[in-house]
C-alpha cells in the first residue's frame, strides 16, 4: 500500500524559506515520477514541481529560480525547497506519486504572510 507524508508545512513572513518533505512507504521514489502541487482557497489545484525517476524536474513558471525539488534515495523523501516566498505561494502542498494511479499525501498548510 502506498503512502506519502508530507510535513514541513509552516506559517513564514515574506522573502523566508521552507523546507517540505514527503516520505514514501511502499514505493520505491527513485523509480516514479513524484512532485508537489498546491491548492490555494477558491483555486484549482495546480502543478508546483516535478522531478522524474531519471533525476529531470520541472517547474511551473511561477516558482522557477525560487523553489527546488530535490530526492533523497536513501531516504525515500522527496523535498520541496521554497526561497524568497511570496503571499501567492499561500496554499496547501500536496505530494504527488504516478505509478498505477495518482496517489496524493494528505496535505501541509503553508501561509505566508507578515
Known amino acids: 500500500q502506498v503512502q506519502l507524508v508530507e510535513s514541513g508545512g509552516d506559517l513564514v513572513q515574506p522573502g523566508g524559506s521552507l523546507r517540505l518533505s514527503c516520505t514514501a512507504s511502499g514505493v520505491v521514489v527513485s523509480r516514479f515520477a513524484m512532485g508537489w502541487y498546491r491548492q490555494a482557497p477558491g483555486k484549482q489545484r495546480e502543478l508546483v514541481a516535478r522531478?522524474?525517476?531519471?533525476?529531470?524536474?520541472t517547474y511551473t513558471g511561477s516558482v522557477k529560480g525560487r523553489f527546488t525539488i530535490s530526492r533523497d534515495n536513501a531516504a525515500n523523501t522527496v523535498y520541496l525547497q521554497m526561497n524568497s516566498l511570496k503571499a501567492e505561494d499561500t496554499a496547501v502542498y500536496y505530494c504527488?506519486?504516478?505509478?498505477?494511479?495518482?496517489?496524493w499525501g494528505q496535505g501541509t498548510q503553508v501561509t505566508v504572510s507578515s
Open positions: 504527488w506519486l504516478a505509478w498505477e494511479k495518482d496517489y
Open positions: 522531478i522524474y525517476s531519471s533525476g529531470g524536474t
